[in-house]
Antibody, heavy 123, light 109 residues
């Protein structure tokens, strides 16, 4: 069974840096066409992809947020960490991590997802 | 960047068929995936690779993709299908971005 769980602060102040950890089990991030991605969803709004780290440590970021994001992995701990700098109230959202999966040579879809964690940005 | 457009809402009576569209420039050349999200829950993959179903997903869910429109079809709609639905693609033509659609709220009358 594959599971993912997000952890981190529920409240951050404007301008602070957010650090979220995704702890997963049931698969390995050390081989195969696999990755772990982060997706967020502001209250009442649509899903927005943020970042993804591949099994080979390649990393991709949303163009609109690239300057603020960093994604890393610790394969030995089965963890992926997302950091987002200069947080703003507009960044208030539920943040999800999900296994990225696909076939051939590309990660294409996300399955399964963690339960999500709500992060509120407020002073 | 690549944009996926969905209708904000679709209403359907129980037992009827719901069709949710996802529009994008030449989306038929990409692989489209669909997610169901019920209130307060994380999204669940219901269709991948345009028309494949993950294990455990009802055969009532099917997909198609051609030209500039992909479609998720829910047959014999049940009350439990009421949810938000999102399409998603991997845009390998532009920095390998992952793009989600705007989302469609399906209401079962």
């Amino acid at each position: 069974q594959i599971t993912l769980k997000e952890s981190g602060p529920t409240l951050v102040k404007p301008t602070q840096t957010l650090t979220l950890t995704c702890t997963f089990s049931g698969f390995s991030l050390s081989g195969g066409v696999v990755g772990v991605g982060w997706i967020r969803q502001p209250p009442g709004k649509a899903l927005e992809w943020l970042a993804l780290i591949y099994w080979d440590d390649d990393k991709r970021y949303s163009p609109s947020l690239k300057s603020r994001l960093s994604i890393t992995k610790d394969t030995s701990k089965n963890q992926v960490v997302l950091t987002m700098t200069n947080m703003d109230p507009m960044d208030t959202a539920t943040y999800y991590c999900a296994r990225g999966f696909g076939d051939l040579l590309s990660v294409s879809w996300f399955d399964p997802w963690g339960q999500g964690t709500l992060v509120t940005v407020s002073s | 960047s690549y944009v996926l457009t969905q209708p904000p809402s679709v209403s359907v009576a129980p037992g009827q068929t719901a069709r949710i569209t996802c529009g994008g420039n030449n989306i038929g050349s990409k692989s489209v995936h669909w997610y169901q999200q019920k209130p307060g829950q994380a999204p669940v993959l219901v269709v991948y690779h345009d028309s494949d179903r993950p294990s455990g997903i009802s055969e009532r869910f099917s997909g198609s993709n051609s030209g500039n429109t992909a479609t998720l079809t829910i047959s014999r709609v049940e009350a439990g299908d009421e949810a938000d639905y999102y399409c998603q693609v991997w845009d390998n033509s532009n920095d390998h971005n992952y793009v989600f659609g705007t989302g469609t709220k399906v209401t079962v009358l």
